[in-house]
């Protein structure tokens, strides 16, 4: 799901490190302030390293995401199984309107994800674990999830919301740690800046002032989980599977993916803060779905199927991934 955020903001906060430590190495902090701060000249650099460490880690996303889990892609189905996983994902892309994107497949607990810099050139993984534990409709609903994502074209909203948030970690880390460290030259009456206390103040005001961004980040990408779960009712025709589908992950054995792929997946773990989730709640998740159910006519109430995904969507049992 593209609308994942671990490996985007992990990747760009690496970049904004190692292009930080270039920009100290090379003596650009030094030219911005030995002349007193000049602020539009300080933003436009901002803005040009905050869109550069945001968009790396955009182009970077679906390589990184393949080999932070192992994800192995379907480029010719040799299963039934495989063939319903491609054919379904092929059947929600054009339901969605948005190119084909490559179907994977990796070994671990119930989960899945989507990533990609653009949508029309996206990956959608599941989880072997996710397709042992869930019916058919179930797992359908969980990629309509990941195709929700695609179609909103997520990754680069994000990076787009990234970069301005990048953009002002520069400038007023900046300009805190140059207030805090210049000195007033008497003749000119300007204040200079420079040397080990500046450099280290920076260093100290962009991990704060990150943390804020991510804050930032975090709440949009919760947004993101609700608009994805009722883009996949839409793509469904209601609600009720993706319910089923989010009912089945609480119910599940699930364990994070690796740290920088970790907002990336259907769940996540729960944080110690919702400040810092990626998720909501599945409860609240499931609560924001329930509103749009329709009236339930006793008479007809579905029942749950007790089918594995690859079964029948009766009370077959599904045979194992292999």
Known sequence: MI???????CVN???LITIGLLVRLFGVDQWLTREGIDYN??????AILGFTGSFISLMMSKTLAKMSVGARVITEPKTEEERWLVKTVGDLADAARV?????????????????GAFKD????AVSTGLLRSMTRPQVRAVLAHEMSHVKNGDMVTMTLIQGVLNTFVFFFARVAAFFLNSSKNDDTHRR????IGYYFTVQIFEILFGILASIIAFAFSRHR???????AADLLGGPQDMIEALKALGASKTEPLPSEMKAFGIVDMPSFSELFSTHPSLQNRIKALSKNLPPIDSGKKKQPSSGGVFGSVSSDRSTPWN
Not at 41 to 46: I, W
Not at 99 to 115: D, H, L
Not at 225 to 231: H, N, Q, V
Request: hydrophobic share 50%; proline share 2%.
């Open 225 to 231: 989980e609700y608009k994805a779960d009722a883009g």
């Open 3 to 9: 609308k994942r955020i671990g490996l985007f903001l």
């Open 121 to 124: 050139d996206a990956l959608v």
């Open 192 to 195: 200079r800046s420079g040397g």
């Open 41 to 46: 000249q300080l933003l436009v650099f901002s």
């Open 99 to 115: 190119r084909m994107p490559e179907v994977a497949i990796y070994s671990g607990t119930a989960n899945a994800f989507a990533t």
């Open 13 to 15: 906060f690496v970049v």
